[in-house]
């Protein structure tokens, strides 16, 4: 009996190499051209009815499953800034750049082993719930998660607008227990904060501004201008504008920041495609209405990419700001979107971009006029001190021993132009 199965084996075995073989052989014989977009599709369809057809595990294999790790896998393979996005995903990008947030507004981390809220967004959610910096979260929907990693729970907070979530919570400086119900909402993210004059000791006898740009998103420009505009009515002298640790954003947002700086119909960037007819200049809105007359200090570092690295290689290159800091990240590419008929969408890189002076900022990245290097204990002390919220002890000390040496030499720069103009 044992023999009968091993011979039936066996010839199962060389049916299935003689298959395989003759596969082999005739895919040998007829070659697909190299970039026949027809033929390769003709493949992909071909493998991809196999694989619904005779894949084993038939609940791996749905077309929605197929076709989306196709579709993730073949952006990824072009650059790391091109992806698919399903679309949950899509939609909460789009909303992103619209500067506007579906949730409750809290960043979580792990502080000695305790899910503690670090910050809450003013005016989302969470915030109008009562919910403070420093709280600890024990409970979602009553289930205990004191013991849970934070990437354990984000899906547990996230749901559709208008959904409730309910938390229990621990806050340490009174030792009360809470229960909090909260709703969901689209809430909105300023990407223009702190916005001030600096003090006397600071700046000494003249009135600096300051203010950063978390990223551009749809309403920066608008946002930028109106605190600009604040700090003038407050007798601002000089401006330093912070883009250190900024991912970049909209293209668009970028161009509309510098017609805040700049006369209307400037050129501040240029991008070139893939044809030799792609050749396109951006320009400052003709109706902008610029806030000009006094100097500014753009603030880079390493962190500093993509839109940051539009408006400080143009604010650079027209001479309107000194750029001080670190050489920025050098991300000079550009990218489209495109929204697919089943509501997914892709980001596609089509263009490379260049300054005004023809500059490339691909791997380049944009030169400070000034030098100011941070090592990794003030580049962190500076991040704790950007985000403004609860710290343990640790990080407590951290920020109060560390300078910000970059906006020192921001500072001195300006006062050195406002003593020259004086």
Known sequence: MKRIIGYTLAALLVGLDL?????????????????????????????????????????????????HGSLREMLSKLDPHSAYLEAEDYQDFQEENRGEVTGIG?????????????SAVEEAPAAKAGIVPGDQIVAIEGVNVEHKRVEDIGPLLRGA??????????RPSTKNVSDIQVTRQIYRVTSVRDAHLLDGGEAGKFKIGYLRITEFDQPTP????????DLLGKGMQALILDLRFNPGGLVQSAIDTCGIFLP?????????????????????????????????VILVNNESASASEIVAGAMKDLHRAIIVGQ???GKGLVQAQFE?????????TVARYFTPNHETIQEKG???????????????????????????????????HQKDEQLDRAVDALKGLLIYEG
């Open 19 to 67: 298959v395989v073989g003759s596969f082999l052989l005739s895919s040998g014989k007829a070659q697909v051209p190299s970039d026949d977009a027809a033929a390769w599709l003709r493949v992909f369809t071909r493998v991809f009815e196999l694989v619904k057809q005779d894949y084993v595990d038939p609940k791996k294999a749905t077309s929605s499953r197929l076709v």
């Open 106 to 118: 809290i960043v979580v981390a792990d502080i000695n082993s305790q899910l503690t809220v670090v």
């Open 161 to 170: 607008k208008g959904s409730t979530v309910h938390l229990k919570i621990y």
């Open 222 to 229: 608008s946002e930028l201008g109106a605190q600009v505009d």
């Open 264 to 296: 209307p119909k400037t050129m501040v960037v240029y991008t070139e495609g893939r044809d030799a007819g792609s050749h396109q200049e951006f320009f400052t809105d003709a109706e902008a209405k610029p806030r000009q007359g006094f100097p500014l």
């Open 327 to 329: 050489t920025t990240f």
């Open 340 to 348: 697919l008929p089943d509501g997914s969408g892709m980001r596609l």
């Open 366 to 400: 944009v030169q400070p006029d000034i030098v100011s290097l941070m090592n990794r204990d003030e580049d962190r002390a500076l991040l704790l001190r950007q985000r403004g919220s609860f710290l343990n002890p640790a990080e407590e000390e951290l920020v109060a």
